[in-house]
């Protein structure tokens, strides 16, 4: 078996390991239709970069051994002792899903704030009440492997008091593993939100983690939306948000990478109806040889609304980073303005950067841009800061946290913000101190 290709027979077993309930139909249409495609290759032009046989590879290893057991979902005390410790750094109400499990102890807790306007419930098994959408081959595998689906909806004309946290965390304590999350958040009608989404390992053996989140904000709603990645570099991740925007809603993500081996972030943005806005920010800091890849989509349907990216990365050692944004404004959609930038800072002479920004439009009364700079740091500033009393390695700091602070300011999710410059200082002392 080639270390390119998944290994369909013990998909099809594994498929079949798991419970006979009101999912299992849809499992199997996802495994008819992953088992012909496969796994994205390097000749898909929208993988083109980024080569996922590392993943495949975690894959089969994993499947051999739910071929022949079960298909086991335990979760060993360090997951739970990592939660903890999360929940008393940031303030936010926590539910966690381990190993594509939602913890129902999580759950219960929430339940017993008796949140008004809140709702959040596992819908395994056959609590299943409504489809599970997305025809790519990621999603198609997370459906066929599908255990649980985590569903939150805010009700009309809610504001929660503080953020709702998703602590995903996985563990690989005793080899190769493979886990499915699947979240389905609604928003209602004049709704407010904000939504931390915190991606975390436990165990020390190779993982292979693979999200789906669907949102839907609906006419007036308003959902800030904070994504961290902080995994082990034994652990792999694809992760994919689809977000449909109705009249007058407003969406801001802001994307952290911080660790992980091999990173793919899909996020899809449709705009369906007008008066609607998106901001999209990211931040990716990559060394060693972690290969990090996000791909955007907004979809402009109608006029007017807005959309707005800026995607930031700071890359050293042998790392490899890509950024594709794709802006499509279709016909009729007159008033659209949609604007782009990836901006990257190489600290090495061996890290690399594959960055298109790309605009789609069919629409007349526009306007829009886009544009991308790749560069090093300023060795002007290197000595003006040096000649001050900084070390090299300080005067390097600096300057890389002032370069991602320009990310770090979008996020107005302010329960998180304290964590996240924390772990973006840890990273870039890593970062600066590699610098060749």
Not at 30 to 39: D, I, Q
Not at 53 to 73: H, K, M, Q, T
Not at 105 to 129: I, K, P, Q, Y
Request: glycine share 6%; hydrophobic share 40%.
């Amino acid at each position: 078996m080639s270390t390119t290709a998944i290994d369909t027979s013990l998909l099809e077993r594994a498929v079949g390991k798991l419970p006979t309930d009101a999912l299992m139909p849809l499992r199997l249409e996802a495994l008819r239709s992953f088992s012909e495609t496969g796994f994205p290759t390097t000749r898909h032009e929208d993988w083109r970069y980024t080569n996922l046989a590392p993943v495949v590879e975690v894959s089969n290893l994993w499947l051999r051994d739910a071929a022949v057991g079960i298909v086991d979902a335990t979760v060993n005390d360090a997951a739970m002792e990592y939660a903890s410790e999360l929940a008393s750094r940031i303030d936010a109400y926590w539910i966690v899903i381990a190993n594509g499990i939602v913890h129902k102890d999580s759950l219960t807790r929430l339940a017993a704030h008796a949140l008004r306007g809140f709702d959040a419930v596992s819908l395994a098994g056959d609590d299943l009440v409504q489809p599970i959408s997305g025809d790519d081959p990621m999603t198609r595998l997370n459906t066929a492997l599908l255990r649980d689906v985590l569903r939150i909806t805010i009700r009309a004309d809610n504001t929660l008091d503080k953020p709702v946290g998703l602590l995903t965390i996985d563990d690989a304590s005793s080899g190769a593993a493979l886990s499915q999350t699947r979240v389905i958040i609604e928003t209602e009608r004049n709704s407010r939100a904000e939504i931390i989404e915190y991606h975390a390992s436990a165990g020390g053996h190779r993982h292979f983690a693979n999200a789906v989140t669907e949102l839907d904000l609906a006419s007036g709603a308003s959902v800030n939306y904070v994504r961290i990645q902080n995994r082990d570099t034994e652990h792999f991740q694809s992760g994919r948000l689809m977000a449909r925007l109705h009249r007058d809603s407003n969406f801001r993500h802001t994307a952290f990478d911080l660790g992980g081996g091999l990173i793919r972030n899909d996020v899809d943005v449709d705009i369906v109806e007008p008066g609607a806005s998106v901001e999209l920010y990211g931040l990716y800091l990559a060394s060693g040889q972690q290969h990090i890849d996000n791909h955007t989509r907004v979809d402009h349907r109608v006029g007017p609304a807005a959309s707005t990216e800026e995607y930031c990365g700071i890359l050293g050692d042998r790392s490899r980073c890509v950024f594709n944004g794709k802006v499509i404004v279709h016909r009729g959609a007159d008033g659209t303005d949609a604007r782009q930038s990836n901006h990257n800072l190489l600290l090495s002479e061996k890290a690399e950067i594959d960055t298109k920004p790309e605009l789609e439009i069919y629409a007349d009364d526009v306007k829009c841009s886009h544009g991308a700079t790749v560069g090093q740091l300023d060795k002007t500033a290197l000595f003006y800061l040096r000649s001050r009393g900084l070390d090299r390695d300080e005067a390097a700091q600096m300057l890389t946290r002032a370069f991602a602070a320009a990310v770090v300011s979008k996020s107005t999710v302010q329960a998180v913000r304290n964590h996240v410059e924390t772990l973006i200082d840890q990273r870039l002392r890593t970062l600066a101190g590699g610098l060749s």
